[in-house]
């Protein structure tokens, strides 16, 4: 049984490093996919790696010991940055390299043993094996696993938030996305459990960690397909519209009151404003306030909004003399600085203060 588990490690560790692969060589989506190929490239090695202590790698190769040990501190980052550029949200670069602070950090701390020789490696592994638990340092192990568990909860908690926040803004599904956040999430709880039983060391731990990590890696790679499906994008959305195309006099009615929302009754300056609220405002389903925007204006729902907003600020910009900046986002239904800097950006080509120093000339 040990070794049909461990057999199953090695077909899921070759497995996923073939589907990393194909997620980093794909041009949709591409600057996504290639964090989420990243992410399943790193977890792969690590299950090759535990494949590996079963089947004597270590003693032909014995540097491969501890070299995955900081591997979960890449984790949280990876699949963070993967879920912001689903969204076409840009992320630092600075910021980025600030997150990968606490794998940098485990390696350093890990140097004395990366840098002992291949005799002092192997003695240690047998040390290990033969000894009756596989800690070496209790109160180390604690601190260590209780920061890495903290790490990648933080990073799977503030994912999902980020995830249904923007599902919300857009009024959208984004069901694969979603399911790929639960999925990090029950890693971090299996990881959770494997660490205990390690520490525990119950006469049952072994089989535990086996089984536990057996299905945390069916929900890394879970992951990895449904990055792969990736079937509520902007583009999937225009295919299932052309089999539900709208009736003629539904559709210009239904414009009507959408331009009267828009130009009339000025709802894109509530921040709070959801596909949800404008299709009741406007007496329809999402769905079809969707199909609607995404057939007519050319736009996703929050592209639509975010350009409605910025066509406001433009005019007040141009209308307010001595006008201050500060809170222009509130005023126009943005709820931070950011984004309404990026969106006004990304319709003019020029900052606020930019495009208003251009006015001024």
Known sequence: MVKLIYTLYLLGGVHGIILSIYLLGTKSNKKAKNYLGLFLLVFSINILLIYGLYDGWYYIFPHLMGVSYPFPLLYGPLFLTYTFRYFNRKIKVWSFFAQLLPFLCFTILNLPLYLSSAEKKIQLLEIQRSSSTLIAHPNLFIILSGLIILHLFIYGIYSLRFVQRKTHES?????????STYGF???AICFTIYRIAIFNSSPNYVWICYFIM????ISIYAIGYLGLK???NLISEKLKYQNSPLNKSLKNELLKKLNKAFDNDKIHLNKDLSLRFLSEHIGSSTHTTSQLINQEKGQSFTEFVNTKRIEEAKQIIENTKNIKLTYLHIDVGFGNKVSFYQAFKKNTGHTPAEFLKSIRK
Do not use: N, Q
């Not at 009024?171 to 399911?179: L, P, Q, S, T």
């Not at 057996?214 to 890696?217: E, L, Q």
């Open 171 to 179: 009024g959208v599904g984004f069901r694969w996305i979603k399911f």
């Open 185 to 187: 999430l029950f890693y």
């Open 214 to 217: 057996f299905f945390a890696s």
């Open 230 to 232: 990736d079937s509520d």
